[in-house]
């Protein structure tokens, strides 16, 4: 069945970096555009930023365009997320999910566990 | 990137049928878009509820169903359960479609 793992999160500096990982199994990876959503502690959804099957398009939220990139690697069906210049804000559960768009919609059917990255001093 | 709109909480009986609404713009729900809906339970993940505004995954309850007028999309539950107590989020396409956006959540209480 499909599963997405995510990890790499942890207690991080303001202004430091950390590099989170999805590994997904039971599905054709590269076949699906990823995204990251990430949720604040208490806090609603919010979604951070989407990756294309062949990593041909990216795009991020505006808070946090210019110091978070998102890649994948499908040879090992992996996806990443390189966070830096974090701030106390960043603080949240950050999950990965599969996304499936059209030209009407864009959806997430399936959705990893979530790592909590915890920014502070 | 404004949060789509969601009212913060919503409460009904068992067996009675709650809406939920989630309202957005002419540049995102309003356009062509179509929303999507989400169930999440305390301490777990999201799950989809509801895709191209009305279609339920394999699996989920035919008592979810969801619809749109104009700038407002709603998720409605018939014959609410306990387990349906959890938080709802919607989700759309915004701006030129190379964005996305979330409601800012609501939680349904069953009485």
């Known amino acids: 069945q499909v599963q997405l793992v995510e990890s790499g999160g942890g207690l991080v500096k303001p202004g430091g970096s950390l590099r989170l990982s999805c590994a997904a199994s039971?599905?054709?990876?590269?076949?699906?555009?990823m995204s990251w959503i990430r949720q604040a502690p208490g806090k609603g959804l919010e979604w951070v930023s989407y990756?294309?099957?062949?990593?041909?398009?990216?795009n991020y939220a505006d808070s946090v365009k210019g110091r978070f990139t998102i890649s994948r690697d499908n040879a090992k069906n992996s996806l990443y997320l390189q966070m830096n210049s974090l701030r106390a804000e960043d603080t949240a559960v950050y999950y990965c999910?599969?996304?499936?768009?059209?030209?009407?919609?864009?959806?997430?059917?399936?959705w990893g566990q979530g790592t909590l990255v915890t920014v502070s001093s | 990137q404004s949060a789509l709109t969601q009212p913060a909480s919503v409460s009904g009986s068992p067996g009675q049928s709650i809406t939920i609404s989630c309202t957005g713009t002419?540049?995102?729900?309003?356009?062509?878009?179509?929303v999507s809906w989400y169930q999440q339970h305390p301490g777990k993940a999201p799950k989809l509820m509801i895709y191209?505004?009305?279609k339920r995954p394999s699996g989920v309850s035919n008592r979810f169903s969801g619809s749109k007028s104009g700038n407002t999309a709603s998720l409605t539950i018939s014959g609410l359960q306990a387990e349906d107590e959890a938080d709802y989020y919607c989700?759309?396409?915004?701006?030129?479609?190379?964005?996305?956006?979330f409601g800012g959540g609501t939680k349904l209480t069953v009485l």
């Open positions: 999910a599969t996304e499936i768009c059209s030209s009407t919609s864009c959806y997430y059917d399936y």
């Open positions: 039971g599905f054709t990876f590269s076949d699906y555009y």
């Open positions: 990756i294309s099957s062949s990593s041909s398009y990216t």
């Open positions: 002419s540049s995102d729900v309003g356009s062509y878009n179509l």
């Open positions: 191209e505004g009305s």
């Open positions: 989700c759309s396409y915004a701006g030129s479609s190379t964005l996305r956006v």
